[in-house]
């Protein structure tokens, strides 16, 4: 059956994740950024404390210019400071934000 394909043709993707993390004082408090880079999107954390998800949206390019579109997915919907960023981030990048 040659729908199937052997083991000795199938190939090791190649790792296109990279982390890079790091932190900026503001007057007294202190910011931690973490992005997560993947292929064609990118995670973004940004907190003060312990690395917990409050809030969580997705932003991503419409196809319509430069125009994003973005959507709450855990968390608080009516806070729009997750959506916000995510779809300003995307509109300049062309990424899709997490």
Do not use: Y
Request: net charge positive; with cysteine; aromatic share 10%.
């Amino acid at each position: 059956d040659q729908r199937f394909t052997t083991m000795e043709t199938l190939r090791p993707a190649e790792p296109n994740f990279s982390m890079h993390q790091f932190s900026r004082r503001f007057g007294d408090i202190v910011i931690h950024f973490a992005i997560l880079k993947m292929k064609d999107n990118f995670f973004l954390w940004i907190g003060t404390g312990r690395a917990t998800i409050g809030n969580l949206s997705v932003a991503m390019a419409t196809g319509f210019g430069k125009t994003s579109t973005s959507t709450s997915l855990l968390g608080d919907p009516t806070d729009l400071t997750s959506s916000s960023l995510a779809s300003k981030l995307s509109q300049k990048t062309g990424c899709q934000v997490f």
